[in-house]
């Protein structure tokens, strides 16, 4: 052991004045064998990071679980607006190619509430709470973390989604037959929707405004997914190629025909799985730099 500085004698200090008696380990001084050795070795690791996929499953169970209570009512509340946009179209709408596209829009629209806009809102208070410092402390990758937790979002849209392209159907008179499309459907555009609007609430600097724009993303879905493109003037039909939903309302649409051409329906699945990738990555990305600040 050796003694402190502040403990060897000091002529000029008054008498009677407390002295720092602290004493240190040798081993910790500077130039001692032990500091050389953590100098050299840098900080210590405490532990493996976890694999990719274990890790991914678990932020999904976790985020399902917290998730399961307080996103049911909102899911009905999604899929109870998507009818009621069918109940009202129907009076404008008689049949044909724009019911489809009403059908369709309206399912997907769904999906576009939990996976655009909550996401962005729940990403945007989160990383306002800090609560990314949480899931920054964990040895888990961040690719895990947006895709574990955009599953769980995407996957309360299944119900809702199927409810309303069923009594779309029934209320249009259209065929229920290719109605396991949807199961194509709704992991493509929730995987394009949920990075979206992942990366809308990492990027968006106050929660308010995550808010404001997971909502203006849900308002593009309706208005864009939902209205017939026939009806629409050139230029908005320009910014509906840009909305990554339109894809899935489109394959949806293409199905109800007698004899639905596959190869359009694969043509615009593949779209909106390439831009899931894109927008994952992305929101990937957006979580990292979020986590760092």
Do not use: K
Request: net charge neutral; hydrophobic share 55%; with cysteine.
């Amino acid at each position: 052991m050796v003694r402190h500085e502040s403990e060897r004698p000091d002529a000029s200090r008054p008498e009677g004045e407390q002295r720092d008696v602290s004493v240190l380990p040798a081993d910790v001084l500077p130039g001692s064998p032990l500091a050389v050795e953590e100098a050299a070795s840098g900080a210590v690791e405490l532990g493996p990071r976890a694999r990719m996929w274990p890790a991914l499953g678990a932020v999904y169970r976790a985020q399902l679980s917290r998730a399961r209570v307080a996103r049911i009512p909102l899911l009905f509340v999604a899929t109870f607006q998507s009818i009621g946009i069918m109940i009202l179209m129907r009076g404008v709408v008689d049949g044909g190619g724009e019911a489809e596209s009403v059908v369709a829009g309206s399912s997907v629209l769904v999906v576009a509430f939990v996976a655009l806009n909550l996401l962005a809102q729940y990403f945007g208070q989160l990383r306002a709470s800090g609560g990314l410092d949480h899931y920054a402390t964990l040895p888990v990758p961040p690719a895990a973390v947006v895709l574990g937790a955009a599953g769980a979002y995407a996957s309360f849209t299944v119900p809702g989604t199927v409810v309303t392209a069923v009594f779309g159907c029934v209320l249009f008179g259209l065929p229920l037959t290719h109605l396991w499309v949807l199961v194509a459907v709704i992991p493509l555009a929730g995987a394009a929707l949920s990075g979206l609007g992942a990366a809308l609430g990492l990027l968006a600097p106050r929660p308010e405004l995550a808010t404001l724009l997971g909502q203006l993303g849900m308002s593009a879905a309706l208005l864009l997914g939902v209205l017939p493109a026939d009806r629409m003037p050139e230029v908005v039909r320009f910014a509906r190629d840009l909305l990554p939903s339109t894809y899935g309302v489109e394959a949806f649409a293409r199905t109800f025909g007698a004899d639905p051409d596959w190869a359009f329906v694969a043509g615009d699945l593949a779209v909106c799985a390439g831009v899931g990738v894109v927008s994952l990555a992305v929101a990937t990305w957006a979580y990292r730099r979020a986590a760092v600040r």
